[in-house]
């Protein structure tokens, strides 16, 4: 049993030393005893003093190590050495702020710390062992400062701190994202859940890829996350062609290629294809032979106030149901973007969402180029709508806005739809100034049931039924407007229907008549007559009431006679 050889000197209850005041105030104990005589007292409390740290320090080392203390003065320094660790580690105190007292070595138990295992943290040695120990103790491992190469992903949940994890050629750290990273894909991860998945444990104040590699890659879930700092994501790739991620989604279980739902971000999707796999997980069949279900698969979601961007390098391909779809507040930036072949609407804003799609193209889709229902919103300046296709007989329309839905597409290009060109219903508006629509099959530009079309110096030709069609208090302002060489009527106006024009109008060389209003529809081109608007229509310039004098009758053309 280790003893205390370290003894007290003069603690007696009377001992002969003086008191500490005395001592305070005594000269020599400045200077030291420089000749006389030093009385056994004042001499005395120098012994004591001595001999009570040396005590102190004799019962710690008896107290807290195995060793006894001695005089000796090398043992007792390396003794004391040892039990002031001990004694650090192993007795309680409470912390600032705290209510129970704990032991230092408990406390540091708390935090282990991989270097304690044997890591190096040099960015060569493998230190895959050493985290292997350190988490037997059960807690999260600390990684300081370094890079520590790993054999394989570790997981993100039971590691944190400053340094970072090298697997392969991936370096992660551990930590915040403080500075830009490249994540590459497929690489160390095997999904892109599990990338999201490490990353929901940090925050990100610096840029995160997720660069995909040239290749097809195959996927059965879809890419979603929750991250509060999602704005700094960005999936790339290396082009349109190059760079492919094919989705075989489940169908009518509300998948999507991309989504987001509430309020998060995804800062950038680019250079490459978003692929549905030939309408995987359409309902019932194909686009041409079964209406689907609107749960079917998607190619980009942003609903509930998520707000996702697509670069102009993304394409979006052969989704069973629409190629981009808003909602309930969620909004997506898609500029100059491709969405081909889709069973459903291309670009599609509803419920209060929002689509920025200048610039885009919607080609060969089934149902809608560009719709927006129900207070959605298009920005859709300079798109391009070719080709569209009905679904199971329904839509083959390249502009259409129903329900209070609102779209913005000057300068747009509508061609080749298997409907109408641009369809406006419902309290809805389109602006389509600049616009031109060719070969619709059915008729160019129709307003109905309390429509809104804004079509200044837009040109419709080649249309299989009416260039311009409004009915139903509808209302069509369309200066400088051009509809010329349609199958029947360049305007067809009826069922209270109206139509505003201006400037230098032209109807001409239609199937049928350049101007056709009936059924209480009105034509406002005040200042202009039918000869300078109207020529080379097979059935006639006109057929209805030009407005002269006093006449009043149910439909009317306000025009000079």
């Known amino acids: 049993m280790p003893t205390n050889q370290l003894l007290p000197f003069a603690n ?12 305070n105030a005594l000269a020599t ?31 710690l080392v008896a107290d807290y190590t195995t060793e006894t203390a001695t005089i000796a003065a090398t043992p007792l320094y390396q003794a004391f050495k040892q039990a002031m660790t001990a004694f650090v580690s192993e007795e309680p105190i409470i912390a600032t702020g705290s209510v129970t007292a704990r032991s230092a070595s408990d406390r540091f138990a708390d935090i282990v710390n991989i270097r304690d295992f044997g890591a190096k943290g040099d960015g060569q040695t493998d230190d895959s062992n050493a985290l292997s120990l350190a988490l037997e103790k059960g807690y999260r491992v600390f990684f300081p400062d370094g890079t520590y190469v790993l054999d394989e992903v570790p997981d993100f949940s039971k590691v944190f701190g400053s340094g970072s994890v090298k697997v392969s050629d991936q370096v992660l ?12 894909y497929p690489g160390v991860f095997d999904s892109f859940a599990s990338i999201f998945s490490y990353l929901s444990f940090r925050r990100l104040s610096a840029v995160v890829t997720i660069s995909v590699a040239s290749g097809t890659f195959d996927l059965t879930e879809q890419i979603t996350h929750t991250h509060p700092d999602g704005a700094m994501i960005q999936i790339i790739g290396q082009g349109t062609t190059e760079s492919v991620l094919r989705f075989t989604l489940q169908e009518a279980a509300g998948q999507s290629a991309i989504k987001l739902v509430g309020t998060y971000e995804l800062g950038l999707v680019d250079n490459l294809t978003l692929d549905g796999n030939d309408w995987a997980g359409y309902s019932g069949g194909t686009p041409e032979t079964a209406p689907g279900n609107p749960q079917d698969p ?8 998520a707000n996702v961007t697509l670069g102009s390098g993304c394409k979006v391909y052969r989704f069973a149901r629409n190629g981009v779809f808003a909602s309930y507040g969620g909004t997506i930036l898609a500029q100059n973007v491709e969405v081909e072949g889709t069973g459903s609407d291309a670009f599609c804003a509803t419920q209060n969402g929002t689509i920025n799609c200048n610039g885009s193209t919607a080609e060969a889709n089934y149902g809608v180029g560009f719709y927006a229902d129900y207070g959605g919103v298009l920005w859709a300046y300079g798109v391009s709508a070719n080709n569209t296709k009905q679904r199971d007989g329904v839509g083959g329309i390249g502009l259409d806005a129903l329900y ?8 747009s290009t509508i061609t080749g739809t298997v409907s109408h060109g641009v369809e406006c219903a419902y309290n809805s508006t389109i602006y389509m100034n600049y616009a031109t629509v060719t070969n619709s099959g059915r008729t160019g530009v129709l307003a109905r049931a309390s429509g809104t079309i804004h079509a200044n110096n837009a040109n419709v030709t080649g249309s299989a039924i009416n260039g311009f069609q409004c009915q139903e208090k509808s209302s069509i302002f369309a200066s400088n407007v051009t509809s010329d060489g349609n199958t029947e009527e360049g305007l067809k106006i009826n069922q209270q229907g109206i139509f505003v024009t201006s400037g230098s109008p032209s109807f001409k060389n239609n199937g049928r008549y350049g101007i056709n209003c009936y059924q209480e529809g009105r034509v406002f081109m005040p200042g202009l007559s039918i000869a300078s608007v109207c020529s080379g229509n097979n059935s006639g310039e006109y057929a209805g009431t030009i407005q002269s004098g006093n006449n009043v009758e149910n439909s009317l053309i306000y025009a000079d006679a």
């Open 12 to 23: 007696g209850e009377t001992p002969n030393v003086i008191s500490y005041d005395e001592w």
């Open 173 to 184: 750290p551990c930590g915040d994202v403080v500075s830009p990273i490249s994540i590459s």
């Open 29 to 59: 104990r400045l200077s030291g005893f420089q000749s006389g005589i030093a009385s056994s007292e004042q001499f005395n409390y120098i012994l004591a003093q001595g001999g009570a740290a040396g005590y102190v320090i004799g019962q």
């Open 298 to 305: 998607i190619g980009v979601v942003a609903t509930f106030g």
């Open 404 to 411: 209070g839905g609102v779209i913005y597409a000057s300068n």
